[in-house]
Nanobody, 114 residues
Framework: QVQLEESGGGLVQAGGSLRLSCAAS????????MGWYRQAPGKQRELVAA???????NYASSVKGRFTISRDNAKNTVYLQMNSLKPEDTAVYYC????????WGQGTQVTVSS
């Protein structure tokens, strides 16, 4: 079994930046893809960004040009650099990883004040 541990959430003013990190508890797992989802109060969980083990990326249209996803395959760690944050980015952000099954982190709160 493997666990995903997120870090880096917090409170930031609009226009600010945060960097999220997600590390897998085992380095011998090879994830086909890793990524980030978010869920705001009263809304469905949505994909923010994902990256394959080959480096192909996919972004939600709402974050393109502001967020950057990257990963360190050797460390089984995925990062989300979030710039120009907006109040509508406020949500719980969940790390996600995919092999032949999927894994989720516990979530980290990101709050953007106006």
């Amino acid at each position: 079994q493997v666990q995903l541990e997120e870090s880096g959430g917090g409170l930031v003013q609009a226009g600010g930046s945060l960097r999220l990190s997600c590390a897998a508890s085992r380095s011998d797992f090879s994830f086909n893809a890793m990524g980030w989802y978010r869920q705001a109060p009263g809304k469905q969980r949505e994909l923010v960004a994902a990256i394959t083990n080959g480096g192909n990326t996919n972004y939600a249209s709402s974050v393109k040009g502001r967020f950057t996803i990257s990963r360190d395959n050797a460390k089984n760690t995925v990062y989300l650099q979030m710039n120009s944050l907006k109040p509508e980015d406020t949500a719980v952000y969940y790390c996600h990883a995919l092999t032949w099954q999927e894994y989720w982190g516990q979530g980290t709160q990101v709050t953007v004040s106006s």
